[in-house]
Structures are given as C-alpha cells and as structure tokens.
C-alpha cells in the first residue's frame, strides 16, 4: 500500500513462540490501525493509535496479544505463546479513512 | 447479525457485462469506504463516501445515508476487475472501520 511498510511478508512459527510484526506508516500520520484478516473471514479490527497513545484497544483477542507505537511512527504488534488460531494475514493502515493498507504479513503458526 | 452486510458473495460475469454490489449497514456512520483486495492480500482504497456518488473511471458508488444502503458498480467490466471488494464503514462512535465480508468477483473473457 502506499506509504505503508509491514515486515516481515511472511512469517512461519512455532506454536507457543513469541512473534512481532512491524508497521512503518513511512509519511507519517497520527492514525494508525492494526486489523486481522484469517482465513475465509473479514477483516477484523485489532488496535488503533493516535500518537503514540492507544485509546481503542478493543479489538486485542487476548492478553497474549500486545502493541506499541514510538515516536509517533513505526508500531509493532506482538503476539505471545502463539496458537494455531493466530495464523492470519496482520494489516496495518494509516492516515484520515484508513485510505491506505500496508500488504500485510502472512503470519502461520505451525 | 454483522453490522455490515453485502451482497452478493460472490459474482461471476462475463467481460463488459455491469456489475453492481450492494452493501447494508446498520450503525450511525461518518463515511463509507469500499476496498479491493487482490489475491496476494494488497488493499487498494477505491472510494471513501460520506453522501451522494462518486465516480473513477469505470467505477462508481452511491450512498443512501436515510436507506443505510451503498452500492458499487462497474461499468464493461474486464478480467482485471477480479477481486473482493470490500465494504467497510467508519461508525460516529469511533473512527476504526467495521467491515463486511466482501464479494469474490470474478470475470470472465
């Protein structure tokens, strides 16, 4: 997507490992959101951040699942003790509408 | 039932045929976006409406805001249009989209 950077593409992991997916909106806006796409559903919402302050976190699955933003810029999103459940594609995006996606990662937990 | 809904799943067309996709939400908005997702996962922006219609080539959309209804259509469509297209919704209470679960369409040569 325009302006927006995630890595890895593609991300293979263990079950019960630690993994973090990284969004660089490379313009910069305030508005950041992480949403997740699983297999043969919709794309749900994750958590947005304005700045570096997360005031709708709503959509975390669970405690295992954590994110932080710096300098008003890259965030990371980190899944703990992954489980199978957690394979899905994680997309980022930025600015007013949400108008551009990053490509997402392919994240498959084995 | 999903606050956003669309129809159909799925739609398969021959080339140069008009396509219409029609989406129904049921929460107060400030904007409707609808999105197209090719295989490999990329989302292109198509358009962000908040009333009336808007047009891109051979794309248009339209938004009821009194019916909660918006559809998008394209005119002589082409292989290349293949895609999900996805309609997502921006609620008053929140700016996080809420999506619906996208139409597979398909066109044929």
């Known amino acids: 997507g325009a302006g927006v950077s995630q890595s890895p593409s593609n991300k293979v992991t263990e079950k019960g490992k630690d993994v973090e997916l990284r969004c660089d909106p490379i313009s910069g806006h305030t508005a950041l959101y992480w949403y997740r796409q699983s297999l043969g559903q919709g794309l749900e919402f994750l958590i947005y951040f304005q700045g570096n302050s997360a005031p709708d976190k709503s959509g975390l699955p669970s405690d295992r699942f954590s994110a932080e933003r710096t300098g008003g810029s890259v965030s990371t999103l980190t899944i703990q003790r992954t489980q199978q459940e957690d394979s899905a594609v994680y997309l980022c995006?930025?600015?007013?509408?949400?108008?551009?996606f990053g490509q997402g990662t392919r994240l498959t937990v084995v | 039932k999903n606050e956003v809904e669309q129809s159909p799943q799925n739609l398969t067309a021959q080339e140069g045929e008009f396509i219409t996709i029609n989406c129904s939400y049921s929460v107060g908005i400030s904007a409707l976006h609808w999105l197209q997702q090719h295989p490999g996962g990329g989302i292109v922006s198509l358009f962000m409406l908040s009333s009336g219609k808007k047009k891109h080539g051979r794309l248009i959309a339209t938004i009821n805001i009194q019916e909660k209804h918006s559809s998008l259509h394209i005119t002589a469509s082409h292989p290349r249009d293949s895609a999900v297209y996805i309609c997502?919704?921006?609620?008053?209470?929140?700016?996080?989209?809420?999506f619906g679960e996208g139409t597979q369409l398909t066109v044929n040569p």
């Open positions: 997502a919704v921006e609620e008053t209470s929140g700016s996080r989209l809420t």
């Open positions: 995006a930025k600015g007013r509408g949400q108008a551009f």
